[in-house]
């Protein structure tokens, strides 16, 4: 019986787009939800950890530690209770300075191949951070992580609200990505990949997998998982070597007009999308 034809031998439905994926409509109906519901009673404060971290000198955590230290004042006092609130006319210090919350600041980069993804690198080896330096004078840190080998889309802030938001697996964000392979892929791979690979952290699912080219050599896929290394684990698994892979999509963000290696600052209203997306 002669085999069957490979099917899904060449599809674009995943080839990258180059229009943002928001809905316009739904992210008016946020705004103008939020122009009509009244604004919170400024008494009501921050809690003092996220006030130190959004100020740029450390994480959350550290944040915490800090205060168990009792190494915070809030008006000149020492503060050492958790969950304490500061209010718009307290003044925080740390190390006798005063202490001013940042603005909230979104960066999204276009990352090139041969950086590491991370704030700084014993070995002083090139980071993402030298990237982005000019772009704000706040602490801002990379949401999520790309290998040093992998290029595209990488977001940064210092909204550490909107950085749990992304990378928790219960808010499933969609993350597209292109693959070169070094040889063509077979269908029987194809399907595996399709209905689920399992490894030893357990099965690997992707939303959706398609071939871009005619020569089978480049595969559009997207995820919404948040394992570590998980497109290319997915294919040396069965056999392939990644040749390149791009991150074209993040949570709606594309890279249109964002050549490689360069950045820019999100708009309003594709903050607010991230902010809204369910």
């Not at 996220?50 to 000198?57: A, E, L, T, V």
């Not at 990505?177 to 063509?184: G, I």
């Amino acid at each position: 019986m002669a085999k069957k034809p490979f099917k899904k031998k060449f599809t674009k439905n995943l080839a990258p787009k180059e229009t943002p994926d928001y809905d316009m409509k739904r992210i008016k109906a946020i705004e103008e939800k939020k122009s009509s519901v009244a604004p919170k009673d400024p008494t009501e404060g921050i809690r003092l950890n996220k006030y130190i971290s959004n100020s740029g000198i450390c994480s959350r955590r550290e944040a915490d530690q800090l205060i168990a230290d009792g190494k915070i004042k809030v008006n000149k006092k020492v503060v050492t209770e958790m969950g304490y609130k500061v209010m718009p006319r307290d003044e925080v210090y740390y190390e006798g300075k005063p202490l001013t919350r940042e603005k909230l600041v979104y960066v999204l980069l276009n990352k090139p191949k041969g950086f590491l993804t991370t704030m700084d690198d014993p070995k002083e080896r090139k980071t993402v951070m030298e990237l982005i330096k000019t772009a704000c004078e706040e602490r801002i840190y990379p949401v999520g992580r790309l290998d040093r080998n992998t290029t595209g889309l990488l977001l940064f802030t210092n909204d550490g609200d909107l950085a749990k938001k992304l990378t928790h697996p219960s808010h499933k964000v969609r993350k597209i990505y292109q693959v070169e392979l070094d040889k063509p892929i077979e269908e029987k791979d194809f399907l595996a990949i399709e209905a689920g690979i399992t490894l030893e952290d357990g099965i690997a699912s992707v939303e959706k997998i398609a071939v871009l080219t005619p020569d089978m050599l480049k595969i559009g896929v997207e995820v919404i998982t948040t394992k570590n290394r998980i497109v290319r684990r997915v294919f040396e698994h069965l056999g392939y070597d990644v040749v390149k892979l791009d991150r074209t999509i993040y949570g709606g963000l594309t890279k249109k007009n964002l050549t490689r290696g360069r950045w820019r600052y999100l708009t309003e209203r594709e903050v607010i999308s991230l902010k809204h997306f369910k």
